[in-house]
Nanobody
Framework: VQLQASGGGMVQVGDSLRLSCASS??????VAWFRQSPGKEREFVAS????????YLINDVKGRFSISRDAAKNAVYLQMTNLKPMDTGVYYC?????????????WGQGTLVTVSS
């Protein structure tokens, strides 16, 4: 499964971005977004089940980020609003077999988000 992450950029505090994760097979997998901020370990940010029926966001982004998927476009999105400097980092999308409850098997290449104050 090849995942293509895109949509990152350099924005200012309070701006919005939408990240996309595309793959021809993505509709068959649970998908998550992770991020790695400078000097920190990679952290989980959000996830959606293969059918979009279950989503999860970490507390730091609740109310600001949302995760969704468009089956027709074979894509999963991370909509980010009211961005803060703490959101700066490389964002990765990852996929895993539904119901596996295990580690994410497939990873995209990452897209850089920089939030400046």
């Amino acid at each position: 499964v090849q995942l293509q992450a895109s949509g990152g950029g350099m924005v200012q505090v309070g701006d919005s971005l939408r990240l996309s994760c595309a793959s021809s097979a993505i509709n068959n997998y649970d998908v998550a977004w992770f991020r790695q901020s400078p000097g920190k370990e990679r952290e989980f940010v959000a996830s959606t089940s293969f059918n979009g029926g279950a989503t999860y966001l970490i507390n730091d982004v609740k109310g600001r980020f949302s995760i969704s998927r468009d089956a027709a476009k074979n894509a999963v999105y991370l909509q980010m609003t009211n961005l803060k400097p703490m959101d700066t980092g490389v964002y990765y999308c990852a996929a895993r077999t539904p119901g596996s409850l295990g580690t994410y098997e497939f990873w995209g290449q990452g897209t850089l988000v920089t939030v400046s104050s």
